[in-house]
């Protein structure tokens, strides 16, 4: 009895066992045929590969110009070809074509611009307190100088005063300027004008500015290039200069007499019928616009040969032209250096 229940309980098991292999076998067989991937809202949609584009080189053709060469031009080269090879790199025409390029090279070097600092210019300018339109000057001079190409320095000197009418009108000028002013008084306009002067200079010389000074008048008219030719100085330079006398209507011309730029002589009082009236008492009256000189001996007298400085030797701006500037007319340049004859500087009484 117990072998017969044995025998039934494993035929049931191999039942149960084919039945579900049978199952799976059927699940399998059709899972076969469904799709493998299922697309969801993490994943990234499917490139579809069914569509594959593909890209072929394309021929490239040759440039149908070259077929259309000139049969000259080659023959040319060839030619060209052919004597170079022929002549050795020594030979004497290959030598003289590199000595020509050299040459000109050489020229071009030559015509390129070279940059050279300007020389700085210091201009000078006293006003007289007894003169009521000294601003209107003053201003006239200012429209002058602003067109001068910098660098420069405006110094302006004036007696003191309750006006700001002179500081007023150099701020507004635009120029880089210093503003002297001195407490003396005096009563003769020439001597104040000498003192100006000297104030300048002693201001020049303490400050060491180096650079060309020129005593500029308010009355001065100025053709610009003569600021150019100002900064050519060395040393000491001089120039003719005209003076205008509008009640006895006649113009008169003051300063050097000059071969090439060397000077040789001076113009005291010559008028424009080329009458000359000469006086060696007053050979050494050179009007005080009519020269400039280097700031540097005013503190480096040895520099110049001097062995001491100008302000320990002169007490006024006329003693200053006739010991220094006129005592050694070799050191004199005169401007324009075409023999002096060009007028650029006039002076309005």
Partial sequence: MGTTERSKKRVQLWKKAAVHFALCFVMGFFTGFAPTFKPSIFSKPAVSTSKKVEFSPQPIEPPQQVANVDRSLIAEAENLTMQAASSPPWSEENYSETERRMS?????????????????????????????????????????????????LWIVVEGKTESNEVSEVLRKTGIMYRHLVFKENFTDTEAEMDHQRNVALKHIEQHKLSGIVHFAGLSNVYDLGFFDQLREIEVFGTWPMAILAANKKKVIIEGPVCDSSHVIGWHILRKMNNTDQTDETNRLRIHISSFAFNSSILWDPERWGRTSSLQSTSQNSMKFVKQVVLEDETKLKGIPPEDCSKIMLWSLH
């Fill in 104 to 152: 000109e090279d050489e020229e071009d070097e030559e015509k390129k611009p070279s940059l050279t600092p300007r020389r700085f210019i210091i201009i000078v300018t006293p006003t007289s307190t007894k003169n009521p339109l000294k601003c209107v000057f003053l201003r006239r001079l200012a429209n002058t100088i602003k067109l001068v190409p910098q660098p420069l």
